[in-house]
């Protein structure tokens, strides 16, 4: 399961469109809440979502820290702490759940939330 979970900050890392996209499950029932905006609903609106975060000038690195998995039959949720850092060396920590189904063959991403951690 953390393995599936640290795929989807690898992809995000690299910017890798495709490798996001594989991570994904493709429905209409699908969320991802990026810290600071409104929540997007179905497969459209959140690829479309990491389109244009790709595309922006700002590149993030992620190491995550307080990784906490649960499974429960064929779901499973990971919370984890996103301690961000940008190239400009400015850094912050974001507190995400990832939820996941599993498909019969793998573990795909319903879900993302991601709320900024006061400082």
């Given at each position: 399961m953390l393995a599936a979970n640290r795929r989807f900050y690898e992809a995000f890392e690299a910017r890798d469109?495709?490798?996001?996209?594989?991570?994904?499950?493709?429905?209409?029932r699908v969320t991802c809440t990026h810290p600071g905006w409104t929540t997007l609903r179905g497969?459209?609106?959140?690829?479309?979502?990491?389109?244009?975060?790709?595309?922006?000038?700002?590149q993030l690195q992620f190491v995550l820290t307080v990784e906490t998995v649960a499974v429960e039959g064929d779901t499973a949720w990971v919370t984890v702490d996103e301690n961000l850092i940008d190239p400009s060396g400015a850094s912050g920590t974001v507190a995400a759940t990832n939820v996941f189904v599993h498909d019969g063959e793998r573990w795909k991403l319903v879900a993302h939330q991601g709320s900024p951690v006061a400082s």
């Amino acid at each position: 399961m953390l393995a599936a979970n640290r795929r989807f900050y690898e992809a995000f890392e690299a910017r890798d469109l495709d490798a996001m996209s594989a991570l994904w499950e493709h429905s209409d029932r699908v969320t991802c809440t990026h810290p600071g905006w409104t929540t997007l609903r179905g497969w459209g609106k959140v690829a479309a979502s990491f389109f244009a975060l790709f595309s922006g000038p700002q590149q993030l690195q992620f190491v995550l820290t307080v990784e906490t998995v649960a499974v429960e039959g064929d779901t499973a949720w990971v919370t984890v702490d996103e301690n961000l850092i940008d190239p400009s060396g400015a850094s912050g920590t974001v507190a995400a759940t990832n939820v996941f189904v599993h498909d019969g063959e793998r573990w795909k991403l319903v879900a993302h939330q991601g709320s900024p951690v006061a400082s």
